[in-house]
């Protein structure tokens, strides 16, 4: 080919990776060499609630049941968010589960044992959590005992732990109006539509700013066709969702009339109590994903974490300091483990012996693998944890109805986190292959 044959082909200029086909064609090109993302888990989520609606529609797609379906993986998803800061290292937490419920017992205790305000009996819990991941942190870090074995001994020792702080067989009750209206009450309609405006908007204005960024230091940027499809796609999505829950999702039996009331004592004949709006939790869902994935990717601390997680030895050669890395994403995994036991307290109106256990590990672990963080460490996000989460909660509350075996629902949970590892897996490999 002649030099003039080559300056006459269509290449776009820096900073411009051209229009929507050609973000598409790069995107395949880039999950060909092995960089799948979150990609089977959304076309997972998509097929479960595809098949889950064909088979109980009347039952599963309904606002009444999505709004269940959220208050069901809340906890489960907010502490995969925390796990993802671990699994980002290439290690393994196995005591969030109890750390949660370690934390949701200081909780209970403070308030009615000795009766704290609830802001108080709120830091105190939290505190207990970073305390947990504080241990654990240093005895990974420093002893350098492998984060499985002392995970699995906090995991026993926690669940002693939470027996000596509120009795074998114990139920503590919350007594805090606030702290229970998490994840009992909603969101006026106007808030609902008021926060859908205000993520839109804020998804808007960050990406633009990142897209000008780039192309201002002359490198490669989505266009602003791309850029207009991501945010109305994002739109239309959580429209939806909003339109859904702020319906009337209470059943109005014949002959009366929905209607807001304050109070069970105040409710009037001939009148039930409106159920619609956005869940509180999904605000603190939200507050959780904006902080923390600041903190990944837009810190020196967040590049720290994926250096390490990449190649511990080149990161400690390279002068980042490997020991205080681990120890904080341990603070960190732990601390979210509190804010998880708090709302699975909220959920419950209680806190017993059994709270962060069952399987709450075992589903917040396959929610963050599920999502696409990587068990080997150095790649994930933490909206992989709300993707996962979901599809996690879409199994175990799509499959109650349509089976009454609930070992079902185990068998197929852990196939979709083992099939979830073998892409990741896969997906290393490929990209090794690759040189990516």
Same mark, same amino acid.
């Given at each position: 080919?002649?030099?003039?044959?080559?300056?006459?082909?269509?290449?776009?200029?820096?900073?411009?990776?051209?229009?929507?086909?050609?973000?598409?064609?790069?995107?395949?090109?880039?999950?060909?060499?092995?960089?799948?993302?979150?990609?089977?888990?959304?076309?997972?989520?998509?097929?479960?609630?595809?098949?889950?609606?064909?088979?109980?529609?009347?039952?599963?797609?309904?606002?009444?049941?999505?709004?269940?379906?959220?208050?069901? @993986? %809340?906890?489960?998803? $907010? *502490? /995969?968010? #925390? +796990?993802?800061?671990?699994? !980002?290292?290439?290690?393994?937490? =196995?005591? &969030?589960?109890?750390?949660? @419920? %370690?934390?949701?017992? $200081? *909780? /209970?205790? #403070? +308030?009615?044992?000795?009766? !704290?305000?609830?802001?108080?009996? =709120?830091? &105190?819990?939290?505190?207990? @959590? %970073?305390?947990?991941?504080? *241990?654990?942190?240093? +005895?990974?870090?420093?002893?350098?005992?492998?984060?499985?074995?002392?995970?699995?001994?906090?995991?026993? @020792?926690?669940?002693?732990?939470? *027996?000596?702080?509120?009795?074998?067989?114990?139920?503590?009750?919350?007594?805090?109006?606030?702290?229970?209206?998490?994840?009992?009450?909603?969101?006026?309609?106007?808030?609902?539509?008021?926060?859908?405006?205000?993520?839109?908007?804020?998804?808007?204005?960050?990406?633009?700013?990142?897209?000008?960024?780039?192309?201002?230091?002359?490198?490669?940027?989505?266009?602003?066709?791309?850029?207009?499809?991501?945010?109305?796609?994002?739109?239309?999505?959580?429209?939806?969702?909003?339109?859904?829950?702020?319906?009337?999702?209470?059943?109005?039996?014949?002959?009366?009339?929905?209607?807001?009331?304050?109070?069970?004592?105040?409710?009037?004949?001939?009148?039930?109590?409106?159920?619609?709006?956005?869940?509180?939790?999904?605000?603190?869902?939200?507050?959780?994903?904006?902080?923390?994935?600041?903190?990944?990717?837009?810190?020196?601390?967040?590049?720290?974490?994926?250096?390490?997680?990449?190649?511990?030895?080149?990161?400690?050669?390279?002068?980042?300091?490997?020991?205080?890395?681990?120890?904080?994403?341990?603070?960190?995994?732990?601390?979210?483990?509190?804010?998880?036991?708090?709302?699975?307290?909220?959920?419950?109106?209680?806190?017993?012996?059994?709270?962060?256990?069952?399987?709450?590990?075992?589903?917040?672990?396959?929610?963050?693998?599920?999502?696409?963080?990587?068990?080997?460490?150095?790649?994930?996000?933490?909206?992989?944890?709300?993707?996962?989460?979901?599809?996690?909660?879409?199994?175990?509350?799509?499959?109650?109805?349509?089976?009454?075996?609930?070992?079902?629902?185990?068998?197929?949970?852990?196939?979709?986190?083992?099939?979830?590892?073998?892409?990741?897996?896969?997906?290393?490999?490929?990209?090794?292959?690759?040189?990516?």
């Amino acid at each position: 080919m002649s030099a003039t044959q080559v300056t006459d082909v269509d290449i776009p200029e820096a900073g411009d990776t051209g229009g929507i086909g050609q973000a598409l064609r790069d995107y395949f090109v880039r999950v060909k060499g092995g960089e799948v993302g979150s990609l089977p888990a959304v076309a997972g989520l998509i097929v479960l609630i595809a098949l889950f609606s064909v088979l109980q529609g009347t039952t599963f797609f309904t606002a009444l049941n999505f709004a269940n379906l959220i208050n069901q @993986g %809340t906890a489960v998803i $907010v *502490l /995969a968010m #925390g +796990l993802v800061f671990v699994l !980002l290292l290439g290690e393994i937490d =196995l005591s &969030a589960g109890f750390a949660a @419920g %370690t934390a949701a017992a $200081v *909780l /209970a205790v #403070g +308030l009615t044992k000795y009766g !704290l305000p609830w802001p108080v009996a =709120l830091i &105190a819990c939290l505190l207990t @959590g %970073t305390v947990i991941g504080l *241990l654990l942190g240093l +005895l990974v870090a420093k002893l350098g005992i492998p984060s499985f074995v002392v995970t699995l001994a906090a995991f026993l @020792g926690l669940q002693g732990v939470m *027996l000596l702080i509120i009795g074998e067989g114990g139920t503590i009750g919350i007594q805090s109006d606030f702290l229970l209206a998490i994840m009992n009450r909603n969101m006026p309609v106007w808030a609902g539509w008021l926060l859908w405006a205000l993520v839109i908007l804020g998804y808007a204005g960050v990406t633009f700013r990142a897209i000008r960024a780039r192309k201002a230091a002359g490198l490669s940027g989505s266009s602003a066709s791309v850029w207009a499809a991501k945010v109305v796609s994002l739109a239309i999505l959580l429209g939806i969702a909003v339109y859904l829950l702020n319906g009337q999702r209470q059943i109005v039996r014949a002959g009366k009339q929905a209607c807001v009331v304050m109070g069970p004592p105040n409710e009037p004949v001939g009148c039930i109590p409106t159920l619609q709006g956005v869940p509180w939790a999904v605000l603190v869902v939200l507050l959780l994903l904006v902080g923390l994935t600041f903190v990944l990717s837009r810190t020196s601390f967040g590049r720290h974490v994926y250096a390490v997680g990449g190649n511990t030895e080149a990161a400690r050669r390279a002068g980042i300091k490997v020991s205080s890395i681990k120890i904080t994403c341990f603070m960190i995994c732990s601390t979210m483990a509190a804010v998880a036991g708090v709302l699975l307290a909220s959920r419950d109106n209680s806190v017993s012996p059994t709270t962060g256990g069952a399987q709450t590990l075992l589903f917040a672990v396959g929610a963050a693998v599920i999502g696409g963080t990587s068990l080997f460490g150095g790649r994930g996000r933490v909206i992989d944890a709300i993707i996962g989460g979901l599809v996690v909660a879409v199994i175990a509350n799509g499959l109650p109805l349509i089976t009454s075996q609930s070992g079902i629902q185990y068998v197929v949970t852990g196939g979709v986190l083992l099939v979830a590892a073998s892409v990741d897996a896969l997906s290393r490999r490929r990209s090794s292959a690759s040189g990516r």
